[in-house]
């Protein structure tokens, strides 16, 4: 069975930095697109950025610039660094494995001063 586990989450001040994990167990991610999504208590889940085995990736236009999205196929891992960030990023965020309907707990992050 496929499982997610994130982490990274946390307070961080407006500006502020931080890298978010995610641990996915059985499955193998390579040849399998990955992705990070965000929810927060306004708005339906969002898509925020994916990449695929070969390490190209695309960004939703609110996180582009700011975000980087990597993996390690080896460690079945994905990560997302976040740069300069806003209030407005404050959300859960999820990993998710393509064609696969099954999330995890999510990390919080919440951006305030």
């Known amino acids: 069975q496929v499982q997610l586990v994130e982490s990274g989450g946390g307070l961080v001040q407006p500006g502020g930095s931080l890298t978010l994990s995610c641990v996915i167990s059985g499955t193998e991610v390579f040849g399998k697109y990955l992705a990070w999504y965000r929810q927060t208590p306004r708005n339906q889940r969002e898509w925020v950025t994916g990449?695929?085995?070969?390490?190209?990736?695309n960004y939703a236009d609110f996180v582009k610039g700011r975000f980087t999205v990597s993996r390690d196929n080896a460690k079945n891992t994905l990560s997302l660094q976040m740069n300069s960030l806003k209030p407005d990023d404050t959300a859960v965020y999820y990993c998710k494995v393509a064609k696969y309907a099954i999330w995890g707990q999510g990390t919080q992050v919440t951006v305030s001063a």
């Open positions: 990449i695929t085995t070969d390490g190209s990736s």
